[in-house]
């Protein structure tokens, strides 16, 4: 099992920056993969960001390259999603999840948090 606890959402103006983090714990090295989803209401889940323990790669979706800056430190197990040049449309509840590898597809992670709102207001 892992849990994951999400924290650092917030309401912010457009252009402002934000940073969540997810604390992880329980059989961390069993998962890999870290991933950061978002969600707004009566849409999907979708990929923002993620990275893996061993070897930090990363990886972003377009909507947030060269923005947002996921980061893990394997000592406190922690992830951490900065998210800089905030604009509306990256208002949703975000997602922090814990699968075997780091993907973009939801359905490859199986362990989630339980999200933290971000609102950006124009």
């Known amino acids: 099992q892992v849990q994951l606890v999400e924290s650092g959402g917030g309401l912010v103006q457009a252009g402002d920056s934000l940073r969540l983090s997810c604390a992880a714990s329980?059989?961390?090295?069993?998962?890999?993969?870290m991933g950061w989803f978002r969600q707004v209401p009566g849409k999907e889940r979708k990929f923002v960001a993620a990275?893996?323990?061993?070897?930090?790669?990363?990886y972003y979706a377009d909507s947030v390259k060269g923005r947002f800056t996921i980061s893990r430190d394997s000592a406190k197990s922690t992830v951490t999603l900065q998210m800089n040049s905030l604009k509306p449309e990256d208002t949703a509840v975000y997602y922090c999840?814990?699968?075997?590898?780091?993907?973009?597809?939801?359905?490859?992670?199986?362990?989630w948090g339980q999200g933290t709102q971000v609102t950006v207001s124009s």
């Open positions: 999840a814990a699968g075997s590898r780091a993907t973009s597809a939801h359905y490859d992670y199986d362990y």
């Open positions: 990275i893996t323990w061993i070897g930090g790669s990363t």
């Open positions: 329980g059989r961390t090295l069993s998962r890999n993969g």
